[in-house]
C-alpha cells in the first residue's frame, strides 16, 4: 500500500500521545509506562507513532522533503507495533502500517541508509542478510540426518532463520528445535546449507521489492517440497512467513507455527513430556514479531463510507494486537517442573521492545542497546534469574547489551529450557 | 523567522545539542493540527525550534532568553489540545516531556508534588498502591497530572476528588519574563501543603476561569490534593487489549448506569447523591458516551448506541460507589436503591448485565481511558461546547440549550449523528456542576465554519443573554472581549495580570489574552 492510500489513517491521528504509552489501563506505577522506544530515548514528539503520521500528511502535502534528518526519524524505530496497538485500544486507525509506508517510499526515492544498504545487497546477492558464507550455515544440523527439502518431498519444514543458522552460539536452539519435534514423532526437513533468508526484516526496513522477490523464491522452493506446515523458532520469520507472506497472497494453504505453539500442542497432546525438573524463576520476553505482530494478517479491500464517522464497506477489521502469540510460550514454560515464571510489567500486547528489529541493530547499534537495557533493568526489577525468549534476535540484542554491564543475568531460548526438561537423556549423551 | 545561529546556540547552551532541535521534520511534527476543533488547516504555524528542558532553572534560562531575543515560547505536556499550538512565527516550543518525575506522594497530609509531564495514570496507579487517589482529567489519563496543566481539570474522579482549580496548592512558576516564584506554602518553607500561603497567594491570579493554557509562562511543579481510596492496590485487569477487564466487580464496588424520566428526576437524585455522599464517581453520561465507552470499533460503537438509545427514558448517570467496609458498602447501596427509587431512575438493560462489561467499564471511568474512544474515534475530531463551572442545575440547563442547538446541525447533515443529549457532571458531592456537549464531525470547511460562525455565536449568546456564566470554552482575546463586559469587566483585569507578569508578550497567548490598549 502507498502512502496515500493511509492518508485517512493518519490525519485521524488526534494527537492524545497514547501512541507515546502502555495502554493506560495497564498501568499499575509510575515506572515502565513507556511503550515506544523511540520516543523514549530521542523526547521530541517526531519520534513518536502519532509524530511520525503527522510528518506523513506533511510529506504528502508537499510541505516536507525526504531530508537526511527525516530519514534518521523514520529509521530510528524498531517498527515494534507498540504504538499500534496503545492507539488502538480507543482508535480505529493503523498506525504501523503508514509508518512503514513512509520507509518504502524512503527506499523508492533512494534515501536510505549505508548500513540497511549493505545488508540489502547481500539479500540481493547471497539470500541472507547475515554473513558468514552459506557453507557454514550447514553447521546447525550436522550429525542430525535431517531431510533436505530442497531435495526431497517433505510434510514439515523446520526453518532455523538466519540468525540462528549463521550464529553457532545459537545454534543450539535449532537443534533442540528438531530434537524435540523428532522426540514428539515429527521428522521436520530442512535446508541444509541453503536456507534462504525470509526477507521479512527487508520488508520492515522499507525494501518492499526485495522482500517480495525474496519471498517469492522462498515460497518457490516451500510449494516445490510439498510440505503443508512451516515450524520456526524465530519470532521474525514466523511474522513474515504468517503475516506477511499473507498480506501479499504469497502463503498458499502453508500453514505457519513457533515452536512455542507446536511444543504447547504436543505438550498438551502428551506427545512430549517435561518430566526432569529446571529449577529457574524466569521472566518471559514477549518478542514483538510473535506477540502483536503476531496476530494473523487481515485482508480487507473496501472503502470508507461517507459520513461523519469512520465505517467501512465492508466493515475493516483492525489488527490490534489481540490475537497475538501470548500464551502458547507461557504454556510450555510453566509446563516444566521446577520453572517459576514471573512477569514483567509490560508483557504481552504491551511488551517494551528487545531493541534490535526494524533494522535498528544495524542502523544504530547504541540505540539497540539502549532499548535492551531497559528491558534487562525492567527484568531485572522481577527477581528472576533469567530472561526466557522466543526469538534469536531478541536473545542476541538482550545478550549484546548485557556484556556492557557485569551481570549475570541468563537468556534462554524457550526450546533450550524445554529441551533440558524433555531431552535430558539425549543432551547428556551428546556432551 | 528562523532562529539566527547565535539564538540556537544560546537556546543549546541550556538544553543540550541533544534537546534542542529546528529541524522542519520535527517541526512538522509538532504542527499537525489537534484533533479539538479541526478546521481547514492541517498544520498550525511552525514553531522556530524546539527545546526539552529537564529542569526548572533551564526552563527559566530559555524564558529568559525568548525575552532577550523578542521571541515568543509556547510550554506544553502531552499536547492535547490545540492550546498547545503557535498562533504564528517567532514562538518556541518548550516540550516539557523531560520534566516528568513525581517528586514527592505525601500520604499524611494527602498531597503529591508532580512536575508537568507526569501523567495522570502514573500518578494514579502509585497513589493506590497507597490506599488513595487523585482526581483524573477528563481528557483522559494520558494527560498530565498537574492540577494546573489541562484546561478546568475537571475528571472522572470529581464527585470525590474535586477538580483542578480546587485541588492546586502549592506551585512552583516560571514568570512570562522569567523569574521563578513559589505559590501558597511554598513561598515560605519547603512545603507544599497550601496554594494560599503562609506565602504569596496567586492561586486564583495564575488560574482565572479556565488556566491560562500556556499564556502565562511554565508551571513547572505543582502540588495536588489526593484523596482516600478503599479499593484494591493494583486494580486487577485482564485480557488482551482493546478487551481489558477486571473479570468481576471486586468486593465492595458497584456501578449503575440509569435514565431518568425528566431533568428534574436526574437533578433530584444527583442532589440526594451528593447529600448523602455515596459516589465515588458520578458522571452524567449520555448512551452515546456510554457505547463509545464499552465498544473497541465504531461499527461496535453504532449498534450499541442504537440499543442502549431504546431503553433511554431521558438524561442518564453513571454512578461508581466503594464502600470502606462491608457494611458502609451496604449503607450505600441501599441510598442508592432509595433514591433511584423515588426518582424514577431506570437501569439501562444490557448495559452493565455482564460482570465483565461491567468490570471492564469500573475501571475504564476510574482510570478515564475511555475519553479518547469517546471523542476521538469516530472520526479523530470533535467539537461542542465545554459549559463552566457552576451549580449544577444551572450548568445542566444551559448545556441541554446547546444541545438543542446540535440537533439543527444534526439536520442539515453537518455533524454525526448521536443524539442531542449532553454530558452533565456534578462534583465535590454536588457543591458543582458542569457540562459538555460533544460534536463529532469529519473534517470539513463547512462544519468547521459552521460550528465556529453559527453554533458557537448562539452559545454564546445563550450564555450572556441567560446568565449562565462563562463557559469553559471561553479563550483568547475576541471570546474574553465579549464576556467580559457581563462579568465585571474581568477581561480588564485578566488583561492587567497579562501585562504586569509578562511586559514583552513572550508567553504566546492566543488562548489566553494578550495586552492591547
Known amino acids: 500500500m502507498t502512502l496515500a492510500y493511509y492518508r485517512q489513517d493518519m490525519e485521524t491521528c488526534c494527537r492524545c500521545s497514547a501512541c507515546k504509552f502502555i495502554p493506560l489501563e495497564r498501568v499499575t506505577g509510575y515506572e515502565y509506562v513507556a511503550i515506544c522506544p523511540s520516543i523514549a530515548r530521542y523526547n521530541f514528539h517526531a519520534y513518536s507513532g502519532g509524530g511520525r503520521l503527522g510528518m506523513g500528511v506533511a510529506l504528502l502535502e508537499g510541505d516536507l522533503d525526504y531530508s537526511d534528518k527525516l530519514v534518521e526519524i523514520i529509521y530510528n524505530c524498531q517498527m515494534c507495533g507498540g504504538c499500534d496497538v496503545s492507539c488502538k485500544y480507543a482508535m480505529d486507525m493503523d498506525v504501523l502500517e503508514p509508518l512503514n509506508a513512509i520507509r518504502i517510499e524512503c527506499v523508492s526515492r533512494g534515501k536510505t541508509l549505508p548500513a540497511l544498504d549493505r545488508l540489502i545487497t547481500k539479500l540481493r546477492h547471497g539470500g541472507t542478510m547475515l554473513p558468514p558464507a552459506p557453507s557454514a550455515r550447514k553447521s546447525w544440523s550436522d550429525g542430525l540426518n535431517l531431510e533436505d527439502y530442497t531435495r526431497q518431498k517433505v510434510d514439515l519444514i523446520y526453518h532455523a532463520g538466519c540468525r540462528i543458522g549463521q550464529d553457532p552460539a545459537m545454534w543450539k536452539i535449532a537443534r533442540y528445535s528438531v530434537l524435540l519435534l523428532r522426540k514428539a514423532g515429527l521428522e521436520p526437513g530442512i535446508a541444509p546449507g541453503s536456507e534462504l533468508c525470509c526477507g521479512g526484516r527487508a520488508y520492515e526496513m522499507g525494501y518492499q521489492d526485495d522482500f517480495l522477490r525474496q519471498a517469492r523464491v522462498v515460497m518457490k522452493r516451500i510449494e516445490q517440497s510439498g510440505a503443508k506446515t512451516l515450524v520456526t523458532g524465530c519470532a521474525e520469520c514466523y511474522h513474515a512467513f504468517k503475516v506477511l507472506y499473507d498480506k501479499f497472497n504469497l502463503r498458499g494453504n502453508l500453514k505457519v507455527l513457533h515452536t512455542s505453539e507446536i511444543f504447547a500442542d504436543l505438550i498438551s497432546s502428551g506427545r512430549l513430556q517435561p518430566q526432569q525438573e529446571v529449577s529457574l524463576k524466569i521472566t518471559y520476553h514477549d518478542p514483538c514479531h510473535l506477540g502483536r505482530l503476531g496476530e494473523p494478517y487481515t485482508h480487507w479491500q473496501g472503502k470508507q463510507l461517507p459520513g461523519h464517522i469512520r465505517l467501512f464497506d465492508p466493515p475493516r477489521e483492525f489488527r490490534r494486537g489481540t490475537k497475538g502469540v501470548y500464551e502458547p510460550p507461557r504454556r510450555v514454560l510453566k509446563s516444566i517442573p521446577g520453572i517459576q515464571l514471573v512477569e514483567m510489567d509490560r508483557r504481552k500486547e504491551y511488551a517494551w521492545c528487545c531493541g534490535a528489529g526494524g533494522g535498528v541493530k544495524e542502523s544504530n547499534p547504541a540505540f539497540a542497546e539502549w532499548t535492551a537495557l531497559q528491558r534487562l533493568q525492567e527484568a531485572g526489577t522481577t527477581g528472576a534469574d533469567a530472561i526466557v525468549t522466543a526469538c534469536p534476535g531478541c536473545e542476541k540484542n538482550l545478550k549484546d547489551a548485557l556484556k556492557k554491564p557485569a551481570d549475570q543475568t541468563r537468556i534462554y531460548d524457550l526450546s533450550e529450557l524445554l529441551a533440558r526438561s524433555v531431552l535430558k537423556e539425549e543432551i547428556d549423551a551428546a556432551q | ?517
Open chain 2, 1 to 517: 523567522m528562523p532562529l539566527s545561529k547565535d539564538q540556537y546556540a544560546a537556546f543549546e547552551d541550556v538544553v543540550g545539542p541533544e534537546n534542542i532541535s529546528a529541524e522542519p521534520a520535527i517541526l512538522y511534527s509538532y504542527s499537525w493540527r489537534s484533533g479539538l476543533y479541526a478546521g481547514v488547516e492541517k498544520f498550525t504555524p511552525r514553531f522556530e525550534a524546539v527545546v526539552l528542558p529537564q529542569s526548572t532553572e533551564e526552563v527559566q534560562a530559555i524564558v529568559r532568553l525568548c525575552n532577550k531575543f523578542k521571541l515568543q515560547f509556547k510550554a506544553s505536556s502531552t499536547g492535547w489540545g490545540p492550546y498547545n499550538d503557535a498562533a504564528g512565527p517567532g514562538v518556541i516550543r518548550i516540550d516539557l516531556r523531560r520534566m516528568n518525575r513525581i517528586i514527592e506522594i505525601n500520604e499524611k497530609n494527602m498531597y503529591a508534588v508532580v512536575e508537568p509531564y507526569v501523567i495522570g495514570a502514573q500518578l494514579q496507579a502509585e497513589l493506590m498502591k497507597r490506599g488513595l487517589n487523585c482526581n483524573m482529567c477528563g481528557a483522559g489519563s494520558n494527560c498530565s497530572a498537574l492540577p494546573i496543566a489541562a484546561h478546568q481539570g475537571i475528571g472522572h474522579m470529581s464527585q470525590s476528588a474535586s477538580y483542578g482549580e480546587r485541588n492546586q496548592l502549592a506551585l512552583e512558576w516560571v514568570t512570562p519574563d522569567g523569574e521563578i516564584i513559589r505559590l501558597g506554602s511554598l513561598g515560605s518553607s519547603d512545603e507544599w501543603f497550601c496554594g494560599d500561603g503562609p506565602g504569596p497567594s496567586l492561586r486564583g491570579l495564575v488560574r482565572g476561569n479556565v488556566v491560562p493554557l500556556g499564556g502565562l509562562g511554565v508551571y513547572t511543579k505543582a502540588a495536588t490534593k489526593i484523596y482516600h481510596w478503599s479499593g484494591p492496590p493494583i486494580f486487577p485487569v485482564e485480557g488482551i487489549s482493546p478487551h481489558y477487564s477486571a473479570g468481576k466487580i471486586p468486593h465492595n464496588f458497584s456501578i449503575g448506569f440509569y435514565s431518568f424520566p425528566s431533568m428534574d428526576k436526574l437533578d433530584e437524585a444527583q442532589q440526594k447523591v451528593g447529600e448523602s455522599e455515596i459516589a465515588l464517581e458520578l458522571m452524567g453520561f449520555n448512551a452515546a458516551m456510554a457505547a463509545a465507552n464499552i465498544a473497541t470499533s465504531n461499527e461496535e460503537e453504532v449498534k450499541l448506541f442504537r440499543e442502549f438509545s431504546q431503553y433511554v427514558q431521558g438524561p442518564c448517570f453513571m454512578i461508581i460507589i466503594a464502600g470502606n467496609s462491608d457494611r458502609d458498602f451496604e449503607y450505600k447501596t441501599k441510598v442508592l436503591s432509595r433514591i433511584i427509587n423515588e426518582t424514577g431512575g431506570k437501569a439501562i438493560p444490557k448495559l452493565l448485565d455482564d460482570p465483565v462489561v461491567a468490570a471492564g467499564c469500573l475501571w475504564r471511568w476510574l482510570r478515564s481511558t475511555g475519553s479518547i474512544r469517546e471523542v476521538f474515534r469516530v472520526s479523530g475530531c470533535f467539537g461542542g461546547e465545554v459549559g463552566g463551572t457552576d451549580c449544577f442545575r444551572l450548568m445542566a440547563d444551559y448545556i441541554y440549550k446547546t444541545g438543542q442547538m446540535k440537533g439543527d446541525l444534526i439536520k442539515r447533515g453537518l455533524v454525526y449523528d448521536d443524539g442531542t443529549s449532553p454530558f452533565t457532571q456534578s462534583f465535590e458531592h454536588g457543591h458543582f456542576g458542569h457540562g459538555e456537549l460533544l460534536i463529532r464531525y469529519m473534517p470539513n470547511p463547512i462544519t468547521f465554519k459552521v460550528l465556529t460562525t453559527e453554533f458557537l455565536v448562539q452559545a454564546n449568546e445563550t450564555a450572556i443573554r441567560d446568565h449562565y456564566g462563562v463557559p469553559g470554552h471561553v479563550f483568547g482575546d475576541a471570546a474574553h472581549d465579549m464576556y467580559g463586559p457581563h462579568c465585571s469587566s474581568y477581561h480588564l483585569w485578566l488583561r492587567r495580570i497579562k501585562k504586569a507578569f509578562d511586559p514583552q508578550g513572550a508567553s504566546e497567548a492566543t488562548h489566553y489574552i494578550t495586552v492591547k490598549e
